[in-house]
């Protein structure tokens, strides 16, 4: 299989799909590590924020390798 479709394969997505959910994901991880920076200068700022992304990352994540599995 060609390597350029291979993973939209092995995932059961469409390019247009997993460009939607890859940019998401990685959106939100910038946020976090924009979060984490900001409250590493001020530590009474941001206090839960990446953590909270994080988790709503890894629940994700979660739901969606359960999906695959399938």
């Known amino acids: 299989m ?3 479709s291979k993973h939209l394969h092995e ?3 469409s390019y ?6 890859a940019a998401y994901c990685g959106g ?4 976090a590590g924009i979060a984490c920076t900001i409250h590493a200068i ?5 206090q839960k924020t990446a ?4 988790q709503k990352l890894q629940t994700r994540f979660t739901k969606r390798n359960r ?4």
């Open 67 to 70: 999906l695959d599995e399938v």
């Open 16 to 21: 247009f799909q997993h460009l939607k959910e």
């Open 51 to 54: 953590s909270k992304i994080l």
């Open 28 to 31: 939100l991880m910038i946020i």
């Open 11 to 13: 995932v059961n997505e």
């Open 2 to 4: 060609h390597f350029f």
């Open 42 to 46: 001020f530590p009474f700022l941001l």
